[in-house]
């Protein structure tokens, strides 16, 4: 069964500063998708960025982007220029690519405080 | 605005009670699935569905039970509440294909059993 690690249950960066937080997964499949996503305050879960497994290149979105390691199965996230609102709790998610009932799976989440 | 409709956001049930938690989406999307959220847990599956008429369990069914009559909805019945089901329980839809698709999420419902 695949599993998502995230071995950070807390994080503090400075406003303006570059954080990344963790995750890794254990799979045997070749093809899936990995996404991150943002829970704040308000507990609406907001996808904040995805990345397809065959894909080499790695995916942005604005200051998000993520560092994808495929052989060592690490699926890090990057946040440039911290700002306030991107204080939250962030949750790694991986998903099978074979058939049509393959679930989400979530790691535990690490919460991600903004200093000002 | 289309999207995931969670109803209701806050309740508060004595133990043995049962309610529905109903769920709605308006995406067309064929995969739905109801996530419980803990503290220090993650978010984890109870059941999930892939379209009208058919639903499976996921990693903490027991206790719940569900049925989807039509793609629209996916109701998460709890049979007899039970202080461990207070939680934090999500609705979530995607598309099943090609797999690409996270998922919508509703709002969320915050539960707890006295």
């Known amino acids: 069964a695949q599993t998502v690690t995230q071995s950070q249950p807390e994080m503090s960066v400075q406003e303006a500063e570059t954080v990344t937080l963790s995750c890794t997964y254990d799979t045997s499949e070749s093809d899936y998708y990995l996404f991150w996503y943002k829970q704040p305050p308000s507990r609406q879960m907001i996808l904040v960025i995805r990345q397809e497994a065959y894909k080499q290149q790695n995916a942005t979105e604005n200051r998000f982007s993520v560092n994808f390691q495929k052989a060592a199965k690490s699926f890090s996230l990057k946040i440039s220029d911290s700002q306030l609102g991107d204080a939250a709790m962030y949750f790694c998610a991986y998903r099978s690519a074979r058939g049509r009932d393959d679930k989400i799976i979530f790691g535990k989440g690490t919460r991600l405080h903004i200093l000002p | 605005n289309a999207g995931v409709t969670q109803t209701p956001k806050f309740q508060v049930l004595k133990t043995g009670q049962s309610m529905t938690l109903q769920c709605a989406q308006d995406?067309?999307?064929?995969?739905m699935s109801w996530y419980r959220q803990d503290p220090g847990m993650g978010l984890r599956l109870i059941h999930y569905s892939v379209g009208a008429g058919i639903t499976d369990q996921g990693e903490v069914p027991n206790g719940y039970n569900v049925s989807r009559s039509t793609t629209e909805d996916f109701p998460l019945r709890l049979l007899s509440a039970a202080p461990s089901q207070t939680s934090v329980y999500f609705c979530a839809s995607s598309y099943s294909k090609p797999g690409y698709y996270g998922y919508t999420f509703g709002s969320g419902t915050r539960l707890t059993v006295v």
């Open positions: 995406m067309n999307h064929e995969y």
